[in-house]
Every structure is written in structure tokens, then in C-alpha cells.
């Protein structure tokens, strides 16, 4: 949620075949603003996980939110989510299942 309550973001496990998705919504009207990645673009190809797992909003912007995606690829992106578009992204060292591997941090 973010720092004035305003959004929340869902993250999105999707079904075999499909990308891990993630949704923002506006708390006061209940309506979703956005979802990412939208489309089927350089974003979408940034990472091969079925899921994000974890998110957060900037406590200083809230149109700034970071990311984490699941197995196999566990990539933490940072969006611009009012504009949809990836500002940076990068690996937390891990490969495969997190439990049963250490990463290299």
C-alpha cells in the first residue's frame, strides 16, 4: 500500500505459459489504474517468472514502485507505473528455487 493509502499493489502469479503480472488500484474509487507489464514489449521480455512476488511503493513518489519477480529469474524491477514503463531492473543473484539455493549478494 502506498505511504497516503491512496493505491495497492497486487502482485499476480499467471497460469503456465504466461508472465507474472502485477496491478495497482485506487483504495478511494476501488477501480484498477493499471496493470504491468501491459503489453507485449521490451518490459515483458525483461524477465521469464510466472510471478511477481513482492512489491513496494516509493515512500516519497508513489508512482515509483519496485518489484520482485519468482523462479527462475528473481529480478527486482523499479516502474513508473502512472507512465508504464520500466526505469531499471536487476538480479538478486539467485537461480531456481530461493530456498534451496544461496545466493550471491
Not at 507485449?40 to 512476488?53: G, R, T, V
Not at 513482492?54 to 519477480?69: D, H, N
Not at 524491477?77 to 534451496?100: D, H, M, P, V, Y
Amino acid at each position: 500500500m502506498s505511504k497516503s493509502k491512496q493505491y495497492i499493489a497486487v502482485c499476480e502469479r499467471c497460469t503456465t505459459g504466461n508472465k507474472g503480472k502485477f496491478s495497482i488500484f485506487d483504495v478511494t474509487s476501488q477501480k484498477k489504474k493499471k496493470t504491468l507489464p501491459e503489453h507485449f514489449s521490451q518490459d515483458i521480455n525483461a524477465y521469464d517468472s510466472q510471478e511477481f512476488i513482492a512489491s513496494a511503493f516509493s515512500p516519497k513518489e508513489e508512482r515509483m514502485i519496485v518489484t520482485l519477480t519468482g523462479e527462475p529469474d528473481w529480478q527486482v524491477f523499479l516502474w513508473n507505473w502512472e507512465r508504464e514503463k520500466l526505469i531499471a531492473k536487476t538480479s538478486i543473484g539467485c537461480q531456481g528455487n530461493i530456498e534451496r539455493n544461496i545466493c550471491n549478494f
